[in-house]
C-alpha cells in the first residue's frame, strides 16, 4: 500500500524512515526530504490562530511521476510523510487519513516508552511492525 | 520555437528585442565590453510622450524563435546591432556585405538596424549613411549610447506606425489572419468568407495590436485590446490564440501591479519604472484617445478624463487573484498543443515569478511541477542542465530550498552525466556546492560541534561523497581530502562499519599523495573551507575541569618528579612544572572505529611558554574502551603555561584538537606554571622495591617503596643513594619521616639518620652520587595471643592478682646479636597472623639551581614497608607452685622462630640461649 513512511523530527531530520523498494532507498529520501519544503509551507499558511483545532492531516503534498506523497504533522510539529504508489487509485483520503492516525498512535507508543529519548531514532519492533503492516495491506 | 527562455518573466511582454551580434572577428572580451554599454540604454523616454520603451538586448537568438514573432510580439527581433572589426578599408566592403547577410536571417521581421564598425575612420564611406557608425577603437566609442537612443526611436516611429495601422482598419478591409508557424498548414483550404474565420482573424488581430500597444508604453490600451481579443477568440474556441491573449492580459497586469518588477534584477532598469503607477494615468492618455474602442476612453477627451481612465483601469485591470486563475487558464490552454510546449514552459515561469512576488509558494510550486512534467523534444545536455538550474532557482525564490537543492544537485549531476564527452567536473563542483544550504549543511566543522547533528544525514552523506568525487576528478585532492575528512568527521554516527573502512580506506588512498593539513582552503568562488579536525578519532574522554584536577587524573597528571611544592595552600592538588624537565599530561582517549586506529605524531598544543613537544604515535585496538595516553614535553622557559589541545595525524590528515572546541568538554585548556630549572634526585636504596604501595592518605605522591621484612628488636640499616640525575647542582636537603599506619604501639625511635654525613656530600653535582643512611629499628608489642591465654587458663590454676597480660609484657627483650639479616629470608615463617606491618614515608625536600634562588623546592617520597615478625614465640605457659603460696613458677616455653642465635634475659638476669628453631623451657 504505501510504498514509504517515514517520521520527521521537528527541526526535520529523520526519526524513521522505511521503505519496500529497498535497493533504491536514497530516493525516497530524497523524496521525502523535498517533501518536507511543502510541508514546512502549509504549516505557516495555516497560521497560528488555529493551532487548537487545526487539521493534523495536511492531504497530498505533491503527486510525483510514480508516486503520492501525503503529509500529516502533529502538535509537537513531528513529521509522517506517507509515499503511495500513484496507480493505486483505490486508495482515498479517509483511509490516508486513518492510516496516520494509526501511525500517530504508534508513534506516541514509541515516545510512552520511558527508555526511549525523544529525539533519538526510533528503533521499536512495535512500530516496525505497524508500519510493514500498513505497507502490506493488500491494494 | 524549440528553445525556451527559461529567465522570461513577465514585464519581458512590454520590450522590445534587439538582437546585438558579433561579424568578422571580434574578441570577445571587446563584445562584451560594448554590448554591456548599450545594454545600460534599456529604457528610453520616447521624446514629446510620456511613454516609456522598455528594449531587451540579447547577443544570441535562435531565428525559429523569431518565427513566433507574430504571436507574442515581444518574440520578434525588431532590431539588429551588429558590431564588427574592420582593420583596414580594404575589408569593409566586405564587412558591409556581411552584415546585410546577417539582416537577412532576422530580416522578416527587423524594424531597423545598426552596423558599428570598429578601427575604421569615417573617411571609408562613400556616403554617410545613417545605419553605419565608425569607431577608431574600441575604446573611443563615447557616443555608442546616443546612437542606441537614436536607434530606438528610429524603432519606436516604426513600432508606433504598424500600431496606428493595426489599431485602426477596423472593419473594412480583410483582415489577415496571423498564425503561428505550425498552424500554417491547418489553414489550406479554409473557408476564407465564413463568420467564424473572420472573428477569428479580428481576435487575432486584436491580439496582436494589444502586444503592440504594450510594447508602445500603452498599458491602458492594451488591457483594453487583450480583453476584446479574449472575447472574440472564446468564441471560436481559437484555444492557443485564447491562451497568448490571456497571458498578455496577465502580463499588462502584472506590469501595472508590480512595477517592482518580477525577474528578480533589481537594478537601474526597475528602479525608474517604480514611479509607474502615478504617472500611468497621464502616460497612457495618448493611446486611448487614438484607438476609441473603450466606451470609457471614448468620452475621454473631455474634463472628466481622469476619472474615466481610472474607471477604465479598474474594469479592465486583473487583480492579483485573477492574475493567476488567468494564467492558470492560458496554461491548460497551451497544453492543448504539443508544438506550443516552449510557450507553456515559459508562461509557467512567468506564472511562478509573480507568485514569488506574492508570496503564494504552495500555488506557485504547482505551477513549477508542471513545468517540470512540460515535455520538449529531445533537451541537449546543457539545455538540462540549464533547465534544472532554472528549476531550482525558481524553487528558491518560492522559498523551497529542499527542492531547489534537489534540482540543482541534480543539474550537478547533468553536468557530469556519461553521455557528455566532457565531463565539467568544475561546473558539477559549483552546483553542488550550492546545494549545501539546501541540505542545512556547513562545511565548518565547529556547527556540528556545538551540540547534537541536525539534518537528514542519509543525504547529506550521499552529498558529500558526491563532493568528494567531483573534487577529485576536478584534479584537485586537498580538497577531497578535506571534504573526506569532514565526511569522517561529521557523519560517524552515521556511518556503518562497512562504511567507516571505505571512507577510511580512500581517505588513506588520497592523502599518500596530499596530506590534510590545518590550512583553509579557499576556492575559486571566494568559499574558504576552514580546516577539519578529528576530534573524534580517537574521542577524548569527556571530563571537566574540576574533576580533572581533583582526580589528577586526565589531563593535570604530572610525574612526582615533576612536581613540587611552594608551601602553598591550595585547595585543588597544585603543581608547577620545572623548566627543563620532562612534562606529562595524560589523556583517556577511546577509538570508535571497528578497526585499529593508529594516531601518529600525537602531542600538545600550547600557549605561553615555549614547549617543546615530544610526538607520541599509538595504536589503539578496534573499538577500545578508554586507553590512557601520555603526552610528554619540555618546557623551555619559565613563565604560564596553558595547554588547550593536542595534535594528531590520523590517516595522513594533521588535525590540531582544540580543547574548547570538543564537546561535551567545558574547558578551554588547563594552565600550569613553569618554574626555573631544578636538580632531580633518583633514589635507590639497598633493599628492594615493594609491590606495596601505600595508601596516598597525606596526599604525597610515593615514587618509590620499598619493603622489609624484620622480626621484633631488630635494627636495619637503610642505604639511601641519591643520585642527581638533574642538570643543576643539588644544594640543599632536608629530610622527614611520617609514620603510617601506626595503630600498633611503637616502642623507640623507628627511623633514626644522621643528615650531616650526607650534607657533608654537598652540593651534589649533577651526575654524582650520595648515601644517606637510615636505621630501621623496630620493637612491638606482640602480647595478647590468645591461645597462649588459653593454655593458661586450662590450668586451672588461680593466678589472681596479675593482670592476665602482664606476664607477656617486657619479658622478652630479643636483642639481635647477629647482622642485618638478609631480607630475602623474610616469609619463613607461615603463620603471617603474627605478621604486623609499620609503614613510613621518608620525604626528602630539595633544591638548587636557580629553582633555588625563587624558593623553590621538590618534594620526594621514599614508602617504607616494614614487616615485624615476632622473634620469639611462648609455645606453652603454665604454673607451677612454688614454695609459697603467695608465688607460683610460671613456665614458659619458648620457641625461637628465627633462624639465629638469641638470647632471652629476664630480670634475674638468668640469660638464656637460644638456638635457631629451638624450644628451650
Not at chain 2, 371 to 377: E, G, K, Q, S
Request: net charge negative; aromatic share 10%; proline share 5%.
Amino acid at each position: 500500500m504505501a510504498v514509504c513512511v517515514a517520521v520527521i523530527a521537528k527541526e526535520n531530520y529523520p526519526l524513521y524512515i522505511r521503505s519496500i523498494p529497498t535497493e533504491n532507498e536514497l530516493k525516497f529520501h530524497y523524496t521525502v526530504h523535498t517533501s518536507l519544503d511543502v510541508v514546512d509551507e502549509k504549516i505557516s499558511a495555516m497560521g497560528k490562530a488555529l493551532v487548537d483545532q487545526r487539521e493534523l492531516y495536511l492531504g497530498l503534498l505533491y503527486p510525483t511521476e510514480d508516486y503520492k506523497v501525503y503529509g500529516y504533522v502533529t502538535n509537537s510539529k513531528v513529521k509522517f510523510v506517507m509515499v503511495v504508489d500513484s496507480s493505486n487509485t483505490a486508495l482515498r483520503d479517509n483511509e490516508i487519513r486513518s492510516m496516520f492516525r494509526k501511525l500517530h498512535n504508534s508513534y506516541t507508543d514509541v515516545m510512552c516508552n520511558p527508555f526511549y529519548n525523544p529525539g533519538d531514532c526510533i528503533h521499536s519492533r512495535a512500530f516496525d511492525n505497524m508500519v510493514t503492516s500498513m505497507m502490506m495491506q493488500v491494494c | 520555437m524549440s528553445v525556451p527562455d527559461y529567465m522570461q518573466c513577465a514585464e519581458d511582454h512590454q520590450t522590445l528585442l534587439v538582437v546585438v551580434q558579433p561579424v568578422g572577428i571580434v574578441p570577445e572580451e571587446n563584445f562584451f565590453r560594448i554590448y554591456k554599454r548599450i545594454s545600460t540604454v534599456s529604457q528610453i523616454n520616447v521624446r514629446d510622450s510620456q511613454r516609456v520603451l522598455y528594449i531587451r538586448y540579447r547577443h544570441h537568438y535562435p531565428p525559429e524563435n523569431n518565427e513566433w514573432g507574430d504571436f507574442q510580439t515581444h518574440r520578434k527581433v525588431v532590431g539588429l546591432i551588429i558590431i564588427t572589426d574592420c582593420s583596414s578599408a580594404k575589408d569593409w566592403p566586405q564587412t558591409f556585405e556581411k552584415f546585410h547577410l546577417q539582416k537577412e536571417i532576422y530580416g522578416s521581421t527587423l524594424y531597423d538596424s545598426r552596423l558599428f564598425v570598429f578601427g575604421l575612420q569615417e573617411e571609408v564611406a562613400e556616403q554617410p549613411r545613417t545605419d553605419v557608425a565608425f569607431y577608431p577603437s574600441y575604446d573611443e566609442c563615447e557616443t555608442v549610447e546616443k546612437r542606441i537612443e537614436d536607434f530606438i526611436e528610429s524603432l519606436f516611429i516604426v513600432l508606433e506606425s504598424k500600431r496606428l495601422d493595426r489599431a485602426t482598419d477596423k472593419s473594412g478591409d480583410k483582415i489577415p489572419l496571423l498564425c503561428v508557424p505550425f498552424e500554417k498548414k491547418d489553414f489550406v483550404g479554409l473557408d476564407t468568407d465564413s463568420r467564424h474565420y473572420k472573428k477569428r482573424c479580428q481576435g487575432r488581430m486584436r491580439k496582436h495590436v494589444g502586444d503592440l500597444c504594450l510594447q508602445a508604453g500603452m498599458l491602458q490600451d492594451s488591457l483594453v485590446h487583450y480583453h476584446m481579443a479574449v472575447e472574440l477568440l472564446r468564441s471560436v474556441n481559437d484555444f492557443l490564440w485564447l491562451g497568448a491573449a490571456l497571458e498578455g492580459l496577465c502580463s499588462a497586469s502584472v506590469i501595472y501591479h508590480y512595477p517592482g518588477g518580477t525577474g528578480g534584477k533589481a537594478g537601474a532598469r526597475r528602479a525608474q519604472g517604480s514611479s509607474l503607477p502615478t504617472e500611468a494615468s497621464n502616460r497612457h492618455r495618448p493611446g486611448a484617445q487614438e484607438v476609441l474602442i473603450d466606451p470609457g476612453a471614448l468620452t475621454s477627451n473631455g474634463i472628466n478624463a481622469d476619472t474615466s481612465a481610472e474607471i477604465g483601469r479598474a474594469k479592465n485591470c486583473l487583480g492579483p487573484e485573477d492574475i493567476i486563475d488567468k494564467y492558470k487558464e492560458a496554461i491548460s490552454y497551451y497544453s492543448k498543443y504539443k508544438n506550443a510546449g516552449v510557450i507553456e514552459l515559459e508562461a509557467c515561469v512567468k506564472a511562478v515569478r509573480v507568485l514569488a512576488i506574492q508570496k503564494r509558494s504552495m500555488e506557485a510550486s504547482e505551477f513549477l511541477q508542471n513545468a517540470v512534467y512540460i515535455n520538449l523534444r529531445q533537451l541537449s545536455e546543457e539545455e538540462k542542465i540549464q533547465r534544472y538550474s532554472i528549476l531550482s532557482e525558481l524553487y528558491e525564490r518560492i522559498g523551497f530550498h529542499r527542492k531547489s537543492a534537489f534540482f540543482k544537485r541534480v543539474a550537478a549531476m547533468q553536468c557530469v552525466a556519461p553521455s557528455i564527452s566532457e565531463p565539467g567536473w568544475r561546473a558539477c563542483y559549483k552546483l553542488l556546492l550550492e546545494t549545501l544550504p539546501g541540505y542545512s549543511l556547513s562545511l565548518d566543522p565547529k556547527d556540528f560541534s556545538k551540540g547534537t547533528h541536525k539534518g537528514w544525514a542519509a543525504v547529506q552523506m550521499r552529498l558529500l561523497h558526491e563532493l568528494v568525487y567531483a573534487s577529485r576528478r576536478m584534479g584537485n585532492p586537498a580538497l577531497s581530502v578535506r571534504h573526506l575528512s569532514f565526511l569522517l568527521q561529521t557523519m560517524l554516527d552515521f556511518l556503518s562499519d562497512q562504511e567507516k573502512k571505505d571512507v577510511t580506506q580512500s581517505l588513506e588512498n588520497y592523502t599518500s599523495k596530499c596530506p590534510g593539513t590545518m590550512q583553509f582552503i579557499t576556492l575559486p568562488e571566494g568559499l574558504r573551507l576552514p580546516p577539519v579536525p578529528f576530534t573524534k578519532l580517537p574521542i577524548l574522554f569527556p571530563l571537566d575541569a574540576a574533576s580533572l584536577f581533583s582526580q589528577g587524573e586526565f589531563l593535570t597528571h604530572c610525574k612526582p618528579n615533576a612536581q613540587i611544592n611552594r608551601f602553598i595552600n591550595c585547595k585543588d592538588r597544585y603543581f608547577q612544572w620545572v623548566q627543563g624537565d620532562v612534562c606529562e599530561v595524560q589523556l583517556m582517549v577511546y577509538n570508535p572505529m571497528p578497526f585499529e586506529l593508529r594516531v601518529e605524531n600525537m602531542g600538545l598544543l600550547t600557549a605561553g611558554v615555549e614547549f617543546e613537544s615530544l610526538p607520541a604515535a599509538l595504536s589503539l585496538p578496534a573499538e577500545s574502551g578508554l586507553y590512557p595516553v601520555t603526552l610528554v614535553g619540555v618546557p623551555q622557559t619559565t613563565g604560564q603555561i596553558t595547554i588547550n589541545g593536542y595534535h594528531t595525524s590520523v590517516f595522513g590528515v594533521f588535525s590540531d584538537c582544540l580543547l574548547d572546541n570538543l564537546p561535551g568538554l567545558k574547558t578551554n585548556g588547563c594552565a600550569v606554571e613553569v618554574i626555573p630549572a631544578l636538580p632531580r634526585l633518583q633514589i635507590s636504596t639497598s633493599l628492594p622495591r615493594s609491590a606495596h604501595t601505600l595508601q596516598p592518605s597525606s596526599g604525597d605522591d610515593i615514587s618509590t617503596s620499598v619493603s622489609v621484612q624484620l622480626y621484633n628488636g631488630e635494627t636495619q640499616q637503610l642505604v639511601i643513594k641519591l643520585e642527581n640525575i638533574g642538570t643543576e647542582p643539588l644544594e640543599k636537603l632536608e629530610v622527614t619521616a611520617k609514620t603510617v599506619n601506626s595503630k600498633e604501639k611503637l616502642y623507640g625511635e623507628f627511623l633514626s639518620w644522621k643528615l650531616e654525613d650526607t650534607l657533608s656530600q654537598f652540593p651534589l653535582k649533577p651526575g654524582k652520587i650520595a648515601t644517606f643512611n637510615v636505621n630501621i629499628k623496630v620493637k612491638l608489642d606482640f602480647s595478647c595471643q590468645e591461645n597462649l591465654l588459653q593454655d593458661l587458663s586450662d590450668d586451672g590454676i588461680s593466678i589472681s592478682g596479675l593482670p592476665l597480660s602482664s606476664p607477656f609484657r617486657q619479658i622478652v627483650k630479643p636483642r639481635v646479636d647477629s647482622k642485618p639479616i638478609n631480607a630475602t629470608e623474610s616469609g619463613k615463617v607461615g603463620d603471617f597472623s603474627h605478621v604486623k606491618t609499620l609503614e613510613a614515608i621518608l620525604n626528602f625536600k630539595y633544591s638548587g639551581g636557580p629553582g633555588h634562588a625563587d624558593g623553590y623546592y621538590r618534594n620526594l617520597s621514599l614508602g617504607l614497608h616494614v614487616e615485624v615478625e615476632p622473634s620469639v614465640f611462648f609455645t606453652h605457659v603454665s604454673t607451677l607452685p612454688a614454695t609459697s603460696t603467695r608465688q607460683c613458677h610460671l613456665l614458659l616455653d619458648v620457641f625461637n622462630s628465627t633462624e639465629h642465635e638469641l638470647t632471652v634475659s629476664a630480670k634475674n638476669n638468668e640469660d638464656l640461649v637460644l638456638h635457631a628453631g629451638e624450644c628451650q623451657r
